[in-house]
């Protein structure tokens, strides 16, 4: 949908977000003028690139005693603090409408996206961050294969702000014997599209983005990136493949190369916008894994990154957003063209030039 002169999205109005039935409400009056955020000075990373205190980089000793690999490029081990546990799935309360509990159980995974602990996936070149696309797909592979899990949710924490323990580059998997309420809703929502339209959402939301390009974010012939119409965080976004695939590991050989040139563009605008190591939480959403069909289902990435001003001056879900719905000033249309005006060449490249004062 094209915002330029509607007046509907001139004002304060809510906008549906049809993967998840949910609702936003965009306050664009409040914040929606020329660009005032504040650019603060580069910031350059004092990390060294091998940390001989973290328990990531190549050759330390983990908390449980085991020692790392001198792995040279991704490496993934079992977290030796997992939120779930391996055991038999199933087991849960009599039937009861208000207290209910199921047992979880599952298979919680680490994976280093690089031996240098000084860098991050915005940092990393493209044949590197093709080694971590490379990475996931192998452990969706491996833990599909252990038969007793139905869902495996990729994702990476990033930054302090984030709550991520290390800044050595690294993200998680967690395996789990059922499909998390998010994914799930994901799911449903696309298979009442699929039988509605006999078209898939995602696919029919993709063309419409890419029509008008107000929130497209950058692309490439495999991948778009785009600030969804619906996003809660300021600098929310989507990464969605062109073609109808469900999963990380059909995607092909090209499929993979774009994804990290695709990825390396996004990362590096989002450091870009305000100088600094953006932090975010990101995921990918796709099939489970339990051989089941998943009518209308298309793999995607999501991002959602805090900051909203500048690296210090970031958004918090409270107040209305806690007790009401989501609320936002800046609107999706603003965001995405503040991102697509970034340069993809990292601020701390030599490339880049020496950042303006
Ligand atoms: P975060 O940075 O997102 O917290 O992830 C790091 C994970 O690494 C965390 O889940 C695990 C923690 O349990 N970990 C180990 O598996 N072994 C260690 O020696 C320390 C941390």
Redesign the pocket.
């Given at each position: 949908m094209a915002t330029r002169g509607s007046p509907l999205l001139a004002g304060p109005h809510r906008r549906y977000n049809p993967l998840l039935d949910e609702w936003v409400l965009v306050s664009p009056h409040r914040l929606d003028r020329p660009w005032q955020g504040q650019v603060e000075a580069a910031q350059l990373s004092t990390l060294p690139p091998y940390d001989p205190g973290c328990?990531?980089c190549p050759g330390n000793r983990?908390?449980?005693g085991e020692r790392n690999p001198a792995y040279g490029t991704t490496f993934a081990?079992?977290?030796?603090?997992?939120a779930l546990l391996p055991g038999a799935p199933g087991e849960s309360t009599p039937a009861d409408d208000l207290f209910v509990a199921e047992a979880q159980s599952g298979v919680?995974r680490?994976v280093c996206f690089s031996a240098r602990h000084d860098l991050t996936l915005a940092q990393m070149d493209a044949a590197g961050i093709r080694a971590v696309v490379e990475a996931w797909v192998d452990e969706v592979e491996r833990l599909s294969g252990l038969g007793t899990v139905r869902y495996v949710q990729v994702f990476e924490?990033k930054g302090a702000a984030m709550?991520?323990?290390?800044p050595h580059p690294?993200g998680?998997i967690w395996a789990s014997a059922t499909v998390p309420h998010v994914p799930a809703r994901k799911l449903a929502m696309q298979r009442r599209y699929q039988e509605r339209h006999g078209r898939d959402l995602l696919g029919d939301y993709l063309a419409r983005e890419l029509a008008t390009g107000e929130r497209v974010v950058c692309r490439n012939d495999a991948w778009a990136v785009v600030v969804p119409f619906w996003a809660v965080w300021p600098f929310e976004t989507m990464v969605i493949p062109a073609r109808m695939i469900a999963d990380l590991r059909d995607l092909s050989g090209e499929e993979r190369d774009q994804l990290a040139d695709i990825l390396r563009q996004l990362t590096a605008r989002y450091d870009n916008l305000f100088r600094c190591s953006f932090p975010y939480s990101m995921g990918w959403h796709g099939r489970p894994v339990d051989g089941h069909a998943y009518p209308g289902c298309r793999l995607h990435a999501v991002y959602f990154p805090p900051l909203l001003r500048s690296a210090t001056v970031r958004k918090f879900l409270v107040g209305y957003e806690l007790t009401a719905e989501p609320q936002r000033d800046l609107t999706a249309e603003s965001a995405a063209a503040r991102l697509r005006d970034q340069s993809d060449v990292h601020y701390l490249d030599p490339r880049a030039g020496s950042p303006a004062e």
């Open positions: 328990y990531l983990r908390a449980n081990f079992d977290n030796d603090f997992p919680c680490v924490n709550g991520c323990s290390n690294h998680q």
